[in-house]
């Protein structure tokens, strides 16, 4: 099964928006750089995802850190890749996240804050 991922557009949702989420690549997944984004195997499941630019670069960022990536992070790279704002971006690209988490690609947890007391 060959799955391709694309993003489109969905309404702006809260989810990610007052917490800190940390984003990690699934170990069960290997991956491989392409003319035009990247390709995806999850082992587990076997199968196979195709990723466009711009999932390739969300990829690109969390793969291979153990301790994760913040959302705002990923978010702000990919302000300066795609050269739009933060804005016209967020929505999309948090949905997009979404959608890997859902499919087994990445691991979402928020981050572990303590209070100072």
Known sequence: MNTDLRI?????????????VVLCASPSVR???TDDGAALLHIDRGV??????????????VQGK??????DDILHKLEQLCQVTRTEIESDILEYI?????????ICNP??????N
Do not use: D, F, M, Q
């Open 31 to 33: 991956s491989i750089s």
């Open 66 to 71: 153990s301790e994760g990536v913040p959302i």
């Open 8 to 20: 489109s557009a969905h309404p702006k949702t809260e989810v990610g928006k007052g917490t800190s």
């Open 48 to 61: 196979c995802y195709s990723l466009n630019t711009v999932g390739a670069a969300i990829w690109e960022e």
């Open 111 to 116: 981050a572990a804050v303590s209070p100072i």
């Open 98 to 106: 979404r959608t890997l988490e859902s499919h087994g690609l990445l």
